[in-house]
C-alpha cells in the first residue's frame, strides 16, 4: 500500500504471498488487516480469522499530570509512521511552539536524520526531546502527558492507542490503517497527508479542557472492548480448527 517507504517492497510482497499461500490458516490482528490480505493477495475470507490485540496496562487515572505541557509520540521516527509530518504540523502552530514540547519515544537513536528534520522545519531540540525506556517508561508518559499523537501513515493495529487510553491520555489520531477500528467512532480523526488538518485536530484538542475529558472517558470505555482472553480463545479456536 505504501512500498516508497520499504526499499524492497516487492520482494517482501513475494514473499508474504507465498506464505499466505501456504499457511492452512491466518489470524489477523485488525479486520483492516484482513481486508487488505482479501484484496491485495486475493486470499479467501474463510481462511482467515481476526484475532484483535489488546494491552495489559492497568487503568489509570491520573489528574494531575507532570507533563502538561508536552506531545507524545510513540515508535520509529523513520517512513511510514510519520514522525516528519508532526514536526512539520508543530512548527506551523505558534500555540504549539510556545506552549508544548514533543517528546518522542522508543525508535531509533537520535541521529543526523532527526537533527536534519528539526532544522528544515526551524526547530531545535528544546522543541522535540528524544527519550527511550532507559529515561522513563511509556506507561509513565501515557499517564502524564497533554496528549498523546499518532500521524501514522498506516497501522495494522496500533497498539499505543489502547495503551494511552488505558492510562487516561487523550488521543490524537489519524486515519492511517486500522486506527478508526481500534479508536472507534467518537473520535475525531485527521488526514496524516494533511498537516494543516493534523495541527488543527492537535491544537482542538490542547484548547478544551472538555474534549480533554470527554476523550479520556471514552478511551476508558472503548479500551474495555480489547482482551487478550478474548485473544487467545479465538486463536485456540483456529488451532482445533486445523
Not at 85 to 91: R, W
Not at 110 to 129: A, C, M, P, Q
Not at 135 to 150: G, R
Request: charged share 30%; hydrophobic share 35%.
Amino acid at each position: 500500500k505504501i512500498p516508497k517507504y520499504f526499499s524492497n517492497s516487492k520482494e517482501i510482497s513475494n514473499m508474504k504471498k507465498k506464505t499466505l499461500d501456504r499457511a492452512e490458516h491466518i489470524l489477523c490482528i485488525s479486520e483492516n488487516t484482513k481486508n487488505d490480505l482479501i484484496n491485495y493477495f486475493n486470499v479467501d475470507k474463510n481462511k482467515i480469522t481476526v484475532t484483535l490485540l489488546a494491552t495489559n496496562y492497568k487503568e489509570t487515572n491520573n489528574l494531575e499530570k507532570i507533563f502538561k505541557d508536552k506531545l507524545l509520540f510513540v515508535g520509529s521516527r523513520r517512513g511510514y509512521k510519520n514522525f516528519e509530518g508532526l514536526v512539520k504540523a508543530y512548527s506551523l502552530s505558534n500555540l504549539l511552539k510556545d506552549n508544548f514540547q514533543i517528546i518522542a519515544y522508543g525508535g531509533e537513536k537520535f541521529s543526523l536524520y532527526d537533527k536534519k528534520i528539526l532544522e528544515k522545519n526551524g526547530l531545535t531540540n528544546k522543541n522535540v526531546k528524544f527519550v527511550n525506556d532507559k529515561d522513563c517508561t511509556a506507561y509513565d508518559l501515557y499517564s502524564n502527558v497533554a496528549a498523546f499523537v499518532f500521524p501514522s501513515f498506516y497501522e495494522g493495529f496500533g497498539l499505543p492507542v489502547l495503551e494511552a487510553m488505558k492510562c487516561g491520555c487523550p488521543i490524537i489520531l489519524s486515519n492511517g490503517g486500522s486506527l478508526k477500528e481500534v479508536g472507534g467512532e467518537d473520535l475525531e480523526y485527521f488526514d496524516p497527508k494533511n498537516i494543516d488538518n493534523m495541527k488543527d485536530q492537535i491544537e482542538k484538542m490542547l484548547i478544551s479542557e472538555s474534549l480533554q475529558k470527554k476523550t479520556i472517558e471514552y478511551g476508558y470505555l472503548r479500551s474495555k472492548r480489547f482482551s487478550w482472553e478474548t485473544c487467545a480463545k479465538k486463536t485456540l479456536e483456529v488451532y482445533k480448527k486445523i
